[in-house]
């Protein structure tokens, strides 16, 4: 018998469709991706021309903020959104899957990564197996002790950020991506560390280095924050995502992408309408349940103390299963 989800998940779900990207205006729509697209890449051009300035003790702090907010920024609007087809969209299929291919190999490929098989198809396996073994992001939900080691090396060991691109842990389907995109990530940073640093000042490419390992704590984070802990093993894929409130979320994680189990409930809303999605379903989720899955015990979740879900027949059960039949 075919499992079915409680009847307030399936509402939530159903309420996501009034915001699909089919219902907005191609023009307003990649007007507005395109336009924070090409501020965020002049933002890191203006940082890197301020190189020789500005005293080290002041621009290198503030410069390698800049780019990790920057670079996470742009992997979170430009390679996420278009992942979904909807970083830019159109009419037209195959004119839309063209442009967001352009834009996602664009900022995938410079951190090393294979836009097709990570993103186009490796995240389209995550919303319907997340977590599980052939999932691109299993291995991005580390929690407590190991969680803040590893932010800790990413922070003190020079370089260790491209140390990881190599040694990291892969899932099945990234080990199909080839060494073409870790050939990339090379080609990109050293000769822009080199350049900077010969034409512009030593503070470039240390700044750039910098950044480029906080994105990755960022990164850490996020996984964590999304799916970290015991919620990957959620019988109920659905509910293997958490929504995390806290403050300054919109400058360390934009675009709104800690409204992730709103995300994971209708991965075809865009970016900017996810607020409205979370206000109409808020009311829909049990009260039980409110404070699990729109958390705000970030430090809780981060430490791997956040557990699963309560067992609650027809609630996190699905529709028809015992409780007590549920692992």
């Not at 697209?37 to 203006?46: E, K, P, R, S, V």
């Not at 512009?200 to 490419?205: D, G």
């Not at 409930?265 to 699990?292: C, K, M, T």
Request: aromatic share 12%.
């Amino acid at each position: 018998m075919q499992r079915r989800n409680p009847a307030w998940l399936r509402e939530c779900m159903a309420q996501g469709k009034h915001y699909h990207w089919i219902r907005k205006a191609p023009l307003g729509h990649n007007l507005l991706n395109v336009g924070i697209y090409a501020a965020t890449f002049a933002l890191i051009a203006a940082t890197i021309a301020a190189g020789g300035r500005f005293h080290p003790g002041l621009y290198i702090p503030v410069a390698s903020l800049i780019f990790a907010l920057s670079f996470f920024s742009l992997f979170i609007l430009v390679v996420h959104e278009a992942s979904h087809d909807m970083f830019v969209i159109a009419k037209d299929n195959a004119r839309r899957r063209f442009w967001n291919r352009v834009f996602g190999w664009s900022v995938a490929l410079p951190f090393g990564v294979h836009y097709i098989r990570h993103w186009e198809e490796g995240h389209t396996i995550h919303h319907l197996h997340p977590i599980e073994a052939e999932d691109p992001q299993a291995f991005n939900r580390i929690t407590g002790p190991a969680l803040w080691k590893m932010a800790a090396i990413f922070l003190i060991v020079p370089g260790y950020a491209f140390v990881h691109r190599i040694i990291s842990k892969r899932s099945v389907t990234q080990t199909r991506t080839g060494p073409g995109v870790l050939i990339g990530f090379f080609a990109v940073w050293v000769p822009l560390m080199v350049l900077t640093g010969a034409l512009i000042a030593w503070t470039v490419p240390v700044a750039l280095l910098l950044g480029l390992q906080i994105t990755l704590v960022l990164n850490q984070f996020k996984g964590a924050l999304e799916h970290g802990g015991e919620i990957a093993f959620e019988p109920n894929p659905l509910l293997r995502s958490r929504t995390s409130f806290f403050p300054f979320r919109n400058l360390l994680m934009p675009w709104n992408i800690t409204l992730h189990f709103e995300h994971h409930l209708n991965f075809s809303v865009p970016w900017y309408d996810l607020v409205r999605y979370h206000r109409d379903i808020r009311g829909l989720v049990p009260a039980e349940l409110q404070s699990e899955i729109f958390n705000r015990d970030i430090l809780a979740q981060l430490n791997g103390r956040k557990g699963r879900l309560p067992v609650i027949e027809n609630v996190t059960t699905f529709e028809n299963e015992s409780a007590a039949a549920r692992p």
